[in-house]
């Protein structure tokens, strides 16, 4: 099978792989349930934006599908970072107020479009730093995951630090859904970033959670540009392609004895984040899941390189696992 297109030539996708091997059990023999609970506690972070719109939606059609609870959380900007024209405190308090009652009233009206329960859901407004509010909100309220809106960031964004989304992501412990604007229910399509390393295999697993159950689970890797094959090194290319083949097998085992939806595998060749969303835009891929790691002491606060080219992308919607996590 191949994904038409006009760079369908970067992208394989083996009916070998595609194939259930015959130690692996199809959807229709084996009896399975989702993995897990989806989530107990489910928090959205929400500033009343239009790019919140999506997130909030998001949250309703879970809350709506599976038994959790759902939060809502929003943080405005301390009165010393609100515009003062003319240098006197007072005025920043004042609009600082004035600020915060206008994003709640948008919160309210998001919340109530949103779903027939999510006008309920406990809301909570936080004054300070958007990042460090919505991560101990997390931690405070026991989330199991994090749902923001995504939109792409210009250079203005980051030289001002403005990248709320993916500055939760590197700070979170829990999983992290950031929604783009076409993302407005449960996603039934997910592409999953596969290195074979323990973070994106935690990423798989997690990605079950948070997908429809008539969905369609993308495990996808990309391995480097290859030179032009040589001689003496076709049978290096046999053994690297059959090693390929034996770990997508084993994860395809692992994660269809969790589910009863379709799992693909792809594999692609070339640069890994162009690659990813070409591939998301001609699949029609709903969300691209990756894990993160802890790298070096300098970097350990950080999510990668690719995990920090996709949220500012933000073109898909992205499901971002934590360090540590199974």
Do not use: C
Request: glycine content about 6%; aromatic content about 4%; overall charge neutral.
């Amino acid at each position: 099978m191949e994904w038409e297109g006009e760079d369908h030539m970067n992208t394989r996708v083996s009916s070998s792989l595609m194939a259930p091997r015959a130690d692996t059990p199809r959807a229709d023999e084996v009896a399975r349930s989702r993995p897990m609970a989806l989530h107990r506690e489910v928090l959205l972070a929400t500033d009343g934006s239009p790019s919140a719109r999506a997130a909030t939606r998001v949250v309703g059609a879970i809350a709506a599908r599976w038994p959790v609870t759902a939060r809502a959380v929003t943080v405005v900007p301390p009165p010393s970072l609100t515009y003062d024209p003319v240098g006197i405190g007072g005025i920043g308090a004042t609009v600082g107020a004035r600020l915060e009652e206008e994003i709640a009233r948008e919160v309210r009206g998001q919340l109530a479009s949103a779903s027939l329960g999510a006008s309920i859901w406990h809301h909570e407004m936080k004054v300070g730093s958007a990042t460090h509010e919505i991560v101990r909100a997390a931690e405070a309220h026991a989330s199991d995951l994090i749902v923001l809106g995504l939109r792409p960031h210009a250079f203005l964004d980051r030289m001002f630090r403005d990248e709320t989304a993916l500055s939760v992501m590197r700070h979170a412990s829990v999983p992290v859904l950031a929604a783009t604007a076409s993302l407005t229910a449960v996603p039934r399509r997910i592409a999953v970033a596969i290195d074979f390393s323990r973070a994106s295999i935690a990423a798989a697993r997690r990605a079950l959670e948070v997908l429809d159950d008539s969905g369609s689970l993308m495990l996808v890797y990309v391995e480097p540009p290859s030179e032009p094959t040589q001689e003496e090194t076709e049978g290096y290319g046999a053994i690297y392609a059959q090693g390929l083949i034996a770990a997508f097998a084993r994860l395809r085992h692992e994660l269809a004895a969790r589910t009863s939806v379709r799992i693909e595998t792809v594999v692609l060749q070339g640069s890994v984040v162009p690659e990813l969303l070409s591939f998301a835009e001609r699949a029609d891929v709903d969300v691209i899941a990756a894990g993160s790691q802890r790298h070096s002491i300098a970097r350990r606060a950080f999510v990668g390189s690719v995990t920090t080219a996709l949220a500012r992308a933000a073109t898909r919607s992205l499901f971002v696992i934590p360090p540590g996590r199974k």
